[in-house]
């Protein structure tokens, strides 16, 4: 449980950079600026009475960067990582509360998301290839800019996606069949592969 933590921590700071490379605040929480504009300023303390002042606007830290910037940017990119982290910390804060076998199907969540957005790390450091397009892709492909190795990082980083969304899945509808959490992995994250190839990637926790 340490280590999964320690490993969002890690990353979550790495999320961060890149937004306070954008002129982002650089702290992950809620924030408010007067409603008639200005600069956003952090909140420790939230209150609701707070929230509903109309001289005030509140967010969050990843709403600010949604309306700031576009999903397809590299900010957007960071925005999804952020979103990832949270998930994977709501699990791990469950599997503590939790006992029997629900606490380790939790914790198994948890740690499939972390590995999830823990393979993005390449792309944080690469610059350009932060949420690259299909066309971009395809691109570097053809001129030998992608390696075998590196191809093979991606479909695994997808595979490790893939995997989470059937656990959340799975945590709402425990009787669904691979089958059918495969056909729904596939609509949700909306795929171009064939609900037979989800099948083969994704496993029930505490399968065998």
């Known amino acids: 449980m340490k280590r999964a933590r320690a490993h969002l921590d890690g990353l979550e700071i790495t999320t961060l950079r890149v937004f306070g490379k954008f002129g982002l605040p650089t702290i992950n929480g809620r924030y408010r600026r007067p409603a008639k504009g200005g ?3 952090y909140v420790q303390k939230f209150s609701l009475k707070e929230a509903s002042d109309p001289a005030w606007r509140h967010a969050r830290l990843v709403d600010i960067a949604k309306q700031e910037f576009p999903a397809d ?3 957007g990119f960071a925005v999804s990582i952020m979103e ?3 998930a ?3 699990y791990l ?3 503590e509360r939790t006992e029997n076998w629900l606490a380790v199907t939790l914790f198994a969540s948890g740690v499939n998301i972390a590995q999830a957005v823990g393979g993005y790390r390449e792309e944080f450091t690469l610059g350009d290839l932060i949420a690259p397009t299909k066309g971009q892709i395809e691109g570097r492909r ?3 800019n992608i ?4 191809t093979k990082a991606e479909r695994e980083r997808a595979w490790r996606r893939w995997q989470a969304c059937a656990d959340q899945i799975w945590m709402d509808r425990p009787a669904l069949t691979k089958t059918a959490v495969a056909r729904l992995v596939r609509s949700k994250l909306t795929l171009t592969e064939r609900a037979d190839t989800v099948t083969r990637r994704i496993e029930k926790s505490g399968s065998s």
């Open 73 to 75: 940017s590299q900010v």
């Open 142 to 144: 053809s001129g030998g």
């Open 93 to 95: 804060n469950a599997a």
């Open 147 to 150: 390696t075998a190795a590196k």
């Open 88 to 90: 994977a910390r709501d």
């Open 84 to 86: 990832s982290i949270e």
């Open 39 to 41: 600069d956003w300023e």
